[in-house]
């Protein structure tokens, strides 16, 4: 990281970014990048590390790497403009298409409709055709784009998933499709809107949606920003209390090995998830409001937990070219299978994605239990992978996404990222619990908070001339 | 026609030496014999039968004139010559044949004779008229042989041919318009007709000599033929008492004027000749070698025999009229028996086979040698791309001081 | 198309066995010779596998000494390949081999291989012999644009200027814009039966179909050889202008030149009459 320049002859806007996840490392990127005039950054982490849900961590029993948090991008291409797919191009990342999707119910491999058939009869067919042409009639490739932003979707019903799911899909086909998408809902289809659990079922359609990641590792992200950016940056530095200053700056009270430190700052963007915004103390009580509603309105806690083991050989040809599969077990679980993602690996790697309250429940129990309890939901196809595991890592994300981003009724753009304009306009917020809980969401937010501080700054400048 | 020897067919050296032979024997029994006799000579026989052939002669040589040209000018464009160079050496054959002409006539044919417009004036000014032609299509060019033919009957009327030929050869006054009409219409080879010749044989020598086969050999069969066709339609309508040979009444083909038969029936007849030896000599020139070899240093040396024979036969005959001390024509066509004439353009023939086919063997120089170091462009360096036109490079030299 | 359609059958194949199905195979399996354009023949192996309705639970994933078959199958389709040494338009010489959920689907250019379950293998054999098809006539089309681009070179100079040495190879340039004309519109036609996008749901057809395209590049191949087309195409285009404007001119030139004769021989005319009544008077 540079250290901040300071203009000739004139003051350097200071800037803080509460949280070194993606949202605070796209903000700051943008910042530099849409500026007319250099800011002083500085991003506070409580963590040891950057890259928040974007981890890549090494095993120790050899080093192969695998995902401990998102395991994949969105690539919104086929549909419209992915300024993250574009991001990561221009950084030169590598990026390697994921593919899969089959899914196993009562205990048999679903991968198609033929399989479909075969598996449950010729109605099960016909039931997944209808339920699928429903789909695609309450959500536009276009309207899939631009969820999350002020665009309404006039067609998507609305209420809950569970809802859609009773009144759309028989019995058969709603087992086969709550295994389907329970990995990426994070939540039960009651506690989330048609409008998401319907997302979370498009995204399978190459139409909508595809996936991919990045080859090496995802956090090479998150590595490729910290290196490009501008900005100072403090590890392991909490910030516990954010206030406001006579002269109407911000005052953010931080802790660290040093102690506490009280530092001022022109702006504040708020780069948190929800949980992590709970626990800040806001000094003003009109900010303490807006900021209870902002919470209130957007709490709606998902839990991931990933179990991720790594064998002693590639898993091969029953793994197929897939990249992941869809298991019945605990409530429906994305079982990855990651050793595809570095094809001259020697060794195998496996990764189960557990979402949603199987996620929550099971976080408790030590790691081995997790490790034995994930190793007797394999398919029959990977029995011989109990003889091969070398090592286990157990990653716990409890409540760190949004099962039903934006909440029920999703409020404007503008106002769902600065909840106290009125007051404390100087207030950002960044998250991609705004959005649709993914990267591509969290980007989107990040960017909307760069420009806006930059106009800003402009007008500012403009208006000191 | 396409490689640069393969162009110059075997067809074309035979068919032009049987034209200068032709042209000798006749030259020497008409100059020497023919009035010679009581029954008039041969000249006054030449409506005879057995005299056509004689007439052939002139056609066949102007027919490979165009012919010959054409080759020449594909040769140039394959070593990819400019036009403005092709038109110059174009030009300049065209003014040396001319005035060579008018040079020739003063020192053969006496300087009252200098205005006879005979057949060098007549491919002077030929090559003058395919300098500028040659970019006209080839219909064109045969429609342009056509008219000069059609026009030749009335134009011969208009000008009053006969009163030029009362005394059996072109008597013409010295003044601009006799001399202009002789040029154009009633000398020995005036533009009209005799400028069809060269011009048909331009238009239809790659048809006619086509090596690449890309022509049926129907079509030149068919054209002369067809030719053939209408001068005997044109006799026969003649002997029906038509109005189409108005000047001639006593002989449908005259070749002084040229008749319209005549004209038909010789270009036909060339066509047909030509098409013929093509399809035997030029298949099988193994076979045809010793014929070949007799002709080929005859046809290159064309224009030095056409001067040489005259100068052989000619003079003599003015030396001996002014040594009798009477006119220096005095014995014209009157010398000799026509046998004797017979036997000694024979005699010249083969001494002037073996003359320039010895010529040919010790590459001795010639008047055509000459023609060409004085007409022609020297070849230039052949660059990478095989492009040798010199004058594009000394344009390109020139260009800034242009500006 | 079968990749788009759910519940149609799949297309017949082309009929008649192939006498030489190799030693060792299971029992119902065969070699089926299908003809590909433009009339080149296709070899398909059909190896039917265990039956999966004998044991509903067994994982059709791993079907007993499938992977064994595999090997054969895989070796019989490259040496196969090679001998006819059909590869020759930067696909991977080896065989393109693709494992899907409990099938295998081995793909040459002149041969192929399929194995699954028998409710499986006519929808696979269905597939491979329609994407074979696909691929050889992409084939066939590349090969045809890379002779024109060949050409194209030493054609270009009539796409700038045609005169009467040009003119001699009219025909020929003729022939090579026609052939161009149906080159384009060979992969124009092929085009959406190349970029077809991915169905949803997908049908085991449908996902083989893709991995096809995919592991052989053709949406890519395609796309290049329409751009050698487009190329070629705007070459002769413009020589075939330019030899339009050559006859045009070429006409126009004659009509002058026609002119000039008339004017000549009725100057020629006029000017003997002066001068005849000139001198006669």
Redo the contacts between chains.
Sequence with gaps: MTNSNRNAGGCLVRIAIVGGGPGGLFTAWHLNELCDRPVDLTIFEAADRLGGKLHTPTFSAAPVRYEAGAAEFYDYSPVGDDPLLELIRSFGLPTVGLGGGQVQVAGRPIANLDDLQEAFGPGARRDLIDFDTWAHGAITPREFFESGSDYTASATPAGRFDGALAGQASPTIRTYLEAMIHSDLATPPAATSVAYGLQNYLMNDPAYMRLYCIAGGNEQLITALATRISATVRLATPVERVATTPDGRWRLTTRSVEGCCDQDFDAVVLSLPVEALKRLTFADPDLTAAMRQHITHHDHPAHYLRITLLLDQPLGRAAGDDGYLMLEAFGGCCLYLESGREPDASQGVLGWLLGGEAAAALADRTDDELVASALDTLPAAFAAVRGQVLEARVHRWTAAVSGLPGGWQPLSVDHRHRPAGATHPGLFVVGDYLYDSTINGVLDSAEHVAGWLAADLIDASRETR | MTHASALRQPSLDLLRAIAITLMVIVHFVENLSGWYGTDGGPFAASQRTWWLPAGFAAPIFTFLTGTSYRIWLRVQQQRHRSDDSITKATVRRGLLLFGLGFVFNVLVWLPEDVFNWDVLTLIGTVMLALAVLRSAPDGVILAAAALAVALTPPLQSAAGYLEYWAQGYFDYEFTLADVTLGWLVVGYFPLFPWLAFPLVGYALGPVVFETEGTVPRRWPLAIGGGLIVAAVAVIAAWQAGSFLTPLTPLSPWTMFPPSLAYLLGTIGGVVVAGTAAHATIDRDPDRWQWLINWATPLSRHALSVYLLHHIVHVWPLWAYGAATGADPTAHWQIALHPSTSLGLAIAFMAAASLLFHWMESRRVASVETLMRWLCDEPAAPRSSRGQSDQSRGSKAVRQPEDR | MIARD?DQPHAADALGPHPEVPGGLPAGSMVRRLTLPPGRPFDLLVIPTAD?TADP?A????PTNQ?AL?EQAQRWVRAAAESVAASSTGIAAAPVA?????CYVIWAPSHGAVLGSP??IE?LAGTLGEFAAREAELRDLEGRGDKLLATVESDAPAAFEFDD?TQAIRSRLAARFLEAVAVRRGLASLGPAVHV??I????????LAE?LRDRTRLAERHELASDRADFSFQVYEACGQRAAEFGIA?RQ??LE??IV??LV?QL??M???M??F???T
Excluded: F, N
């Design positions: 759910h999966p639970t994982d059709k994933a791993q992977a595999a693709i494992p899907l959920y409990g409710t499986r929808q040495r996008p991915p949803h749901p997908p049908t085991l057809a449908s996902q991995r070429r030139l004659g030149w026609a004769v008339i021989a020629t005319l000017l003997v009459e001068l005849r000139g001198s006669s």
